[in-house]
T-cell receptor, first 113, second 115 residues
Framework: SQKIEQNSEALNIQEGKTATLTCNYTNYSPAYLQWYRQDPGRGPVFLLLIRENEKEKRKERLKVTFDTTLKQSLFHITASQPADSATYLCALRKNTGFQKLVFGTGTRLLVSP | DTEVTQTPKHLVMGMTNKKSLKCEQHMGHRAMYWYKQKAKKPPELMFVYSYEKLSINESVPSRFSPECPNSSLLNLHLHALQPEDSALYLC??????????????FGQGTRLTVV
């Protein structure tokens, strides 16, 4: 069956450290993978998109990698701040029905001062 | 304007009520979506509209009835809901559904409680 799995446990880190979140997918062959941030009680907000032929994508303190061999994407936040505390979701479009944007299980990140 | 606006923000309804959720975007997007999200779970796709036509229904019970009156508006009509339907209902839009690299823009959601 098709799955998109992220660390189910909350990730607790100290301010200033780098947070690394993992997204693993099974039985998909995505050409693109997206990352979103969601704050409690609010809708997800798009952060970054990476193509299958891009090894790495950066935006300010954010970095995403995409390894289609391992079927994994890593999402890094460098110099983390308490304001980065949120749930982070990876997402991809099903290539057999590309209208469907499907989300991973999400990882809650807590950055303490 | 890069906003997707949902109303109301909160809704409490009885199991015999009929209510509607509304969603509006003015970005010229031709794909609009309804998602349902339960606590500590990811958003689950319910419906997709592409160019104002329903293109995907993820086997959603008929007590949820979507409608797309025009390219900027999306409604979700609710009737005879169950307490387990209580959730955050999210509307989203994207440029279209024909390209794999299009991101989705989400509204703030409607927190629905069925009593």
């Amino acid at each position: 069956s098709q799955k998109i799995e992220q660390n189910s446990e909350a990730l607790n880190i100290q301010e200033g450290k780098t947070a690394t979140l993992t997204c693993n997918y099974t039985n998909y062959s995505p050409a693109y993978l997206q990352w979103y941030r969601q704050d409690p009680g609010r809708g997800p907000v798009f952060l970054l998109l990476i193509r299958e032929n891009e090894k790495e994508k950066r935006k300010e303190r954010l970095k995403v990698t995409f390894d289609t061999t391992l079927k994994q994407s890593l999402f890094h936040i460098t110099a983390s701040q308490p304001a980065d505390s949120a749930t982070y979701l990876c997402a991809l479009r099903k290539n057999t029905g590309f209208q469907k944007l499907v989300f991973g299980t999400g990882t809650r990140l807590l950055v303490s001062p | 304007d890069t906003e997707v606006t949902q109303t109301p923000k909160h809704l409490v309804m009885g199991m015999t009520n009929k209510k509607s959720l509304k969603c509006e975007q003015h970005m010229g997007h031709r794909a609009m979506y309804w998602y349902k999200q339960k606590a500590k779970k990811p958003p689950e796709l319910m419906f997709v509209y592409s160019y104002e036509k329903l293109s995907i229904n993820e086997s959603v019970p008929s007590r949820f009835s979507p409608e797309c009156p025009n390219s900027s508006l999306l409604n979700l009509h609710l009737h005879a809901l169950q307490p387990e339907d209580s959730a955050l209902y999210l509307c989203a839009s994207s440029q279209d559904t024909g390209r794999l690299n299009t991101e989705a823009f989400f509204g703030q959601g409607t927190r629905l409680t069925v009593v």
